[in-house]
């Protein structure tokens, strides 16, 4: 009667040790709430959960949560996809917003939306709702020289299939901006583009903008257009300047020119008056020699001033300069 007495001290020892270790490692709130739920943990499962140091208050949430929004998930999925730096709330809220909506969105691609560092929940939502891009302020030149300013707004659905490796809003904004450009380059006036706004939302949904993007372009929507600049008549102005530009240098080169030429075709006048100054001064040494030798009278000399003087006052009369040279000895 003793030993049953000891084993069953024993025994009992051993269950109290048990619950009191249960009690320290199975966080027994949360394994109450998940079985009051529908949704049972193994005590083992959750005690492992507080020993990795796993935020199993969050997980056990999600857990319900996607037991209740009959989503096919299981714990380890979730513990996994934490331990990766996942968000485990999104990527249920996401599902349960997919099973709801009929996107099929299954658990593998949520959670690698979600760790590629998208909005999960939005990512659905844009799958049903579509969002609205704005495209700003895109300026272009047309055939006749007048800029002109568009602002559209793009519509999108999110393709949940390309959201992974798809490109954003960026592409699509450069995308349709340059859409918008081609089309203000190849109108022949900037009229056009005011009485049929509508053509370039036509062109850019013709372009098919959204291939391999994570969106499909469900419309584009002109929502301003402005007119700017004549740059045609700018372009025209400042060539004609630039061509008044040329021809004052041109003209000033030229006008150069000929100041250099006149001032050596003064310098040569002169060098000739001087050759003249100095062969008029050889004049009177010549006749006073000539006197001497007899070649050339009194009488002679006497002549030669008279005609000297003659066609002086003459040319005083009509206004031309005399020599300066005289005949005297």
Known sequence: MQGWAIALIVLSAILAVGL??????????????????GAHLSMIRLAG???RKVDYRLIVMAYIMARKGGIDISIIDLETHFMAGGHVDNVV??????????????VDLAKAIDLAGSDVVEAVETCVTPKIIEVNQIAAVAQDG????VNVKVTVKTDIHELVGGARDETIVARV???????????????????????????IMN????????????????????????????????????NKRLAEAQAERVRSMMVAEEQKQ??????????????????????????????FGVLDYYKLKNLQADTAMRSSIAGIEPDSGDGEA
């Open 93 to 106: 809220k996401a599902l349960i917003a997919a099973n709801s909506a009929g996107v099929g969105l299954t």
């Open 49 to 51: 959960m507080k020993l």
């Open 177 to 203: 901006g340059k859409g918008i450009v081609s089309c203000i380059g190849a109108a022949e006036t900037y009229n056009q583009l005011l009485e049929n706004p509508s053509s370039i939302a036509e062109e």
């Open 20 to 37: 009191v270790v249960l009690f320290l490692l199975v966080p027994m709130k949360q394994w109450f709430i998940a079985l009051v739920s």
């Open 207 to 242: 372009k098919g903008l959204d291939d391999g993007t994570a969106y499909d372009i469900v419309s584009v929507d002109v929502s301003d257009i402005d007119i700017g600049r004549n740059l045609g008549a700018k372009l025209e102005t400042e060539e004609a300047e630039k």
């Open 146 to 149: 007048i800029e002109v300013k």
């Open 266 to 295: 003064k310098a040569k006048t002169q060098e000739m008056k001087a050759a003249v100054l100095a062969a008029e001064a050889e004049i009177p040494k010549a006749i006073a020699s000539a006197i001497r030798d007899g070649k």
